[in-house]
């Protein structure tokens, strides 16, 4: 079955830099596109980044542009985030997501790892 799991995640301070890991496995990693969406206490989902599915076309939500850098490395099944220069709004739970195929296109989201947890405070 499909699986994704997330790993990390932790406590940082701000300026500091952490990277992400999704590792992905019971389907053809290098063909979808994927993304990293992150949720914060108290709000909802919000969209970081995403990337194709060769890895050379990435996009970001303009709060982490500059900052973050989504990656994928295909003969591993894993998909990336740097994050660096980190602030303390950037405290969330942060997941690893599919786009879903219809028809062989992109559509949706349709799997999610569990999250890793990202805080960064003082």
């Known amino acids: 079955q499909v699986q994704l799991v997330e790993s990390g995640g932790g406590l940082v301070h701000p300026g500091g830099s952490l990277r992400l890991s999704c590792r992905a496995s019971?389907?053809?990693?290098?063909?979808?596109?994927m993304n990293w969406v992150r949720q914060a206490p108290g709000k909802g989902l919000e969209w970081v980044s995403d990337i194709n599915k060769g890895g050379d076309s990435t996009y970001y939500t303009d709060s982490v542009k500059g900052r973050f850098t989504i990656s994928r490395d295909n003969a591993n099944n894993t998909l990336y985030l740097q994050m660096n220069s980190l602030k303390p709004e950037d405290t969330a739970l942060y997941y690893c997501a599919r786009i879903g195929l219809v028809n062989g296109r992109p559509l949706s989201f349709d799997y999610w790892g569990q999250g890793t947890q990202v805080t960064v405070s003082s």
């Open positions: 019971g389907f053809t990693f290098s063909t979808y596109y």
